[in-house]
């Protein structure tokens, strides 16, 4: 049941050239897309839920829509993995819960607030077998509510909410973090650059030679196509200057920096909602939600499995080597599966 950590994924990812798309889960029929696209490209994959999923779905459906998918692809290597944590209370949650990878997001908490939590999250998971990631300077998005200001206002400064390279080092060797989320220019959401996006990839170089073998995570990954934008405001939305990261500068920090984690959330909302709306506006008399959910289903399932591709995570046809990775570390699975 190749149900597993991260670990398998990442010692591959690393200088692999590749990288892990990180797909929140929200409802059936987003983990079914992103599973089925994952499995017609043979690609490993971790479905990640946020603290507002498990109370929009509740955790027993989100769990057992996961446990059909893996009983589906019982070959397809899949990590469950807890998106932005807040509490070491949720970490615990999740780790009961069966998660096999937990994210402690204290970012927005002073430094030594943020390596306190940390390291008592990671010291329950790791108890458990469940790996962590953390989460260290400031994302734009919806970390920047946190501090109340304004997205443009983050643009401006990003500079100085890049995470720190030594910092890094410091915080990993004082938490035993298993990976780590950078701030180095991205932002959650639709609206992620009022003029052209700037990443610092030199940061990720950085890191990478403070942090040698931590792998790097990417939120804020998300491109917003302009085919589902272009949906969205042909059929009624409003999402002018929405903005995302392009496609190419994704698959430069995986291929040519070894970033090996992507986070994609707000895709696949896009994707979603424009589907929906085309469908509510050219078949105004449809009211069967299979007829706007499945034709919006198979857009996610295109969406992503265009992601897999060389050119942008280049994660397509990997999930046999990490299987044989995952066995060679002897099928590590959490306790919440063996029992141990
Ligand atoms: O980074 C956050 C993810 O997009 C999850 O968002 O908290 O609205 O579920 P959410
Ligand atoms: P996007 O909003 O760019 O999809 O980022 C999602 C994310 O980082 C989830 O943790
Ligand atoms: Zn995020």
């Known amino acids: 049941m190749p149900l597993m950590t991260t670990k398998p994924m990442f010692d591959l990812a690393y200088d692999g050239g590749f990288a892990i798309g990180a797909f929140n889960v929200n409802n059936m029929e987003l983990a079914q897309a992103i599973v089925e696209a994952c499995a ?8 990640q839920i946020s603290k507002g999923a498990r109370k929009y779905a509740k955790m027993g459906y989100l769990k057992h829509i996961i446990d059909a998918a893996v009983e589906e692809y019982p070959w397809l290597p899949i990590a469950i993995h807890l998106d932005h944590g807040d509490t070491v209370d949720l970490v615990k949650t999740c780790v009961a819960d ?11 908490h002073p430094y030594e607030e943020n390596v306190k939590i940390t390291a008592e999250a990671v ?22 509510d946190v501090v109340g200001m304004d997205a443009h206002e983050y643009e401006k400064n990003v500079e100085k909410f890049l995470t720190d390279p030594q910092q890094a080092r410091d915080y990993w060797k004082r938490t035993g973090i298993d990976s780590l989320a950078v701030a180095i220019g991205t932002s959650h959401g639709a609206y992620k650059f009022k003029h ?12 990478m030679e403070t942090c040698p073998g931590l792998p790097l995570v990417m939120h804020g990954s998300s491109s917003v196509p302009e ?11 409003k999402m002018p200057n929405a903005k995302g990261v392009p496609e190419a500068q994704i698959n430069e ?16 909302r896009l994707a979603m909602t424009a589907k ?13 939600p299979r007829n706007y959910l499945g034709p919006a289903r198979e857009a996610i399932t295109g969406m992503v499995r265009r992601k897999l591709q060389a050119n942008v995570l280049n994660c397509a046809g990997k999930a046999e080597a990490v299987i044989a990775q995952w066995k060679k570390l002897g099928s ?9």
């Open 332 to 340: 590590p699975l959490p306790a919440f599966y063996t029992g141990k």
């Open 196 to 207: 052209e996006s700037k990443l610092a990839f030199n940061r990720i170089e950085q890191i």
């Open 227 to 237: 085919e589902f934008i272009n949906l969205v405001n042909k059929y009624g939305g």
């Open 253 to 268: 920090a995986v291929t040519k920096y070894g970033v090996c984690k992507v986070n994609i959330d707000t895709d696949l």
């Open 98 to 108: 069966g998660f096999t990878s937990v994210m402690l997001d204290g970012s927005h």
């Open 40 to 47: 017609a490209e043979k690609s490993p994959l971790i479905l």
């Open 276 to 288: 929906i709306r085309e469908v509510f506006a050219t078949k105004p008399a449809e009211f069967d």
């Open 123 to 144: 010291k329950a998971a790791h108890a458990a077998g469940v790996v962590v990631e953390a989460e260290l300077g400031m994302l734009g998005g919806i970390e920047e």
